[in-house]
T-cell receptor, first 114, second 108 residues
């Protein structure tokens, strides 16, 4: 499968737990983006990463959220001490170049906080 | 703050007709423009991208860009029921900003 991969596809967490979302970009892509989509709302940019670097985290909440894209392995979006308002679909996208290039989306992770 | 505006719809067209989806954006510095299709419960799928003023055609899809008017559109010819989905317009400068999407319903 040459597409963007995300896991898990569904994640249920209780309030206060940590959520870890993983994303492997398309083969040949080194630019990764994370988006959040709340029910009945549009896609919101969260963070843009390249290998070992955070390029733009202007859309990331200041607290509890962090992202990384290590030299080896997938990109990870981490949400600490989840709250019910974190329930959403989280999508990862990758591109062959910077922001002006087309982005291809993974299937998403549906996070439910109970 | 950059804004991307789309009519939420639904836009209803009969099978075989042309569907016209429109989008306006606020940032004159925007350089790249994208159309995504999103089925309910699924992830966005890239349909078209356009960088220069004018038209770009790919199969049944045509993207049109007018930077002076800050307007981008998507035409779908010979619409099929399988085209029924939400179409997202996205515009990029430093980040990719999405509109909330237009729901398209194609009736058999």
């Amino acid at each position: 499968n040459a597409g963007v991969m995300q896991n898990p596809r569904h994640l249920v967490r209780r309030r206060g737990q940590e959520a870890r979302l993983r994303c492997s970009p398309m083969k040949g892509h080194s630019h990764v983006y994370w988006y959040r989509q709340l029910p009945e709302e549009g896609l919101k940019f969260m963070v843009y990463l390249q290998k070992e670097n955070i390029i733009d985290e202007s859309g990331m909440p200041k607290e509890r959220f962090s992202a990384e894209f290590p030299k080896e392995g997938p990109s990870i979006l981490r949400i600490q001490q989840v709250v019910r308002g974190d329930s959403a679909a989280y999508f990862c996208a990758s591109s062959p170049g910077g922001v002006g290039y087309e982005q291809y989306f993974g299937p998403g992770t549906r996070l439910t906080v109970t | 703050q950059k804004e991307v505006e789309q009519n939420s719809g639904p836009l209803s067209v009969p099978e075989g007709a042309i569907a016209s989806l429109n989008c306006t954006y606020s940032d004159r510095g925007s350089q790249s423009f994208f159309w995504y299709r999103q089925y309910s419960g699924k992830s966005p799928e890239l349909i078209m991208f356009i960088y220069s003023n004018g038209d770009k055609e790919d199969g049944r899809f045509t993207a049109q860009l007018n930077k002076a008017s800050q307007y981008v559109s998507l035409l779908i010819r010979d619409s099929q029921p399988s085209d029924s989905a939400t179409y997202l317009c996205a515009v990029t400068d430093s980040t990719l900003t999405f509109g909330k999407g237009t729901m398209l319903l194609v009736s058999p």
